[in-house]
């Protein structure tokens, strides 16, 4: 239920539509505020700082509709540039980078303050009246009309500002990597120093063991397609223990499954209910759509699809390729000194009950760069820097799973880089010179 809510809230506040009604509705409210203000107070012109407002009631009409109709005008100039934006950034990136761009709040900002300012113009502008015994001036809603109208001019400055910087690649990979970053610490914990070998090893043999005495075998699937975007680890530990059964879940997290496919096989002393099949199948959450809300592949793959895409003939951008990289060993040389979620999770009396399908490190590094390396075939440079960078990688203390990975990724890069002869890798201006003289 908590991912559940986690999902709706990124997919509101990613969203054109949300922010921009709340703001809108709340300054619809407001509007009826600021006029039984001015109607109740008896203020007004009184106020010294609202004297420079004195006027008829003509001029406070050409006032509010000015306003409303550059607010409005302005609102289609903030759509204009935000949709050639998310075009060349779609063109550029790729489309999955345009959730980058949806969720930026000064965008949503941006779309909301014009069309509220616009909306509050229009309903004070039917307040003001004037009749043969009354004149009604909202001197107040029209002094937060101009306040609001200045602050939108600002605003604007600010957003062409942001919209410049957004689509550099820099700032984009930069705002993926915080991402990515900020998942990991949530996902995974901090290696200690002193964990006991082998330990993983021993309770999987113990898993092996004891699911031979529990003949009954049942595979449960999902009554839908979709992405899993979450597994409740207790409540299946809990379910296995009181029912004593034991589970084994053959899905990662945000694994794409079809309908009908098995996601976890039960084995028990006896066939389950159909209500404890029921709980089993509530421990699990199918999305329709991929998030990056406690995905940290779905990060590392808009980071490669940025550096496959720079790679391809009609970009051909290794410079990009390669400033992508850079962030890519980042989290791989921050990955490693966290510890992936344990495989084996045991009941309360140490016994395992459940067996989860992890990601392993080996997998995140060969999620990361082996399309990159394939790609960069024709681009020996970049290819260059990934050696450099493996090099770097292997020094730091590894997990075994993770060196490993690393280091076939070494051999598979120096093999296509030995087809280039080395003074065409090091060529260097210096060493010319050199020659010269």
Known sequence: MK???LELKAFLFSSFWFLPICIIVFWWALSFFWVYLDSSSGLGIDIPYLAFLKGSVDSYRQILSTISSSMISIAGLVFSITLVALTLAAGQFGSRILKNFMKSRLTQVALWSYLATFTYCLLTLRIIRSEDYVDFFPDISIFIALIAALANIILLIFYIHHIALSIQVDTLLKDISAELSENMKKLYKKKQQHKAPNIEETKIKI?????????????????????????NKDWLLNIAQEHDCMIQVLKYSWDFIIHGAPIMRVSSRKMLDIAVIDNINNCIHISKTRSPVWDIKFSLQQMVEIAVRALSPWINDPYTAISSLWRIFSFLSELHSYELPEIILCDSKSHPRLLMEEISYGELVELSLTQIR???????????????????????????????????HQKATKKILSQYSEDFLHYSVWDNFKDVK
């Open 3 to 5: 991912t559940y809510f």
């Open 374 to 408: 394939h790609y960069a075939k024709k681009s020996p440079f970049v290819l260059r820097q990934i050696d450099i960078w493996l090099d770097e990688l292997a020094k730091l203390p590894l997990h075994t799973d993770f060196k490993r990975s690393i280091e076939c």
């Open 207 to 231: 898993f092996e063991k004891d699911i031979i005495h529990y003949k009954k075998s049942t595979e449960i699937s999902t009554g839908q397609g979709g992405y899993i975007s979450y597994i």
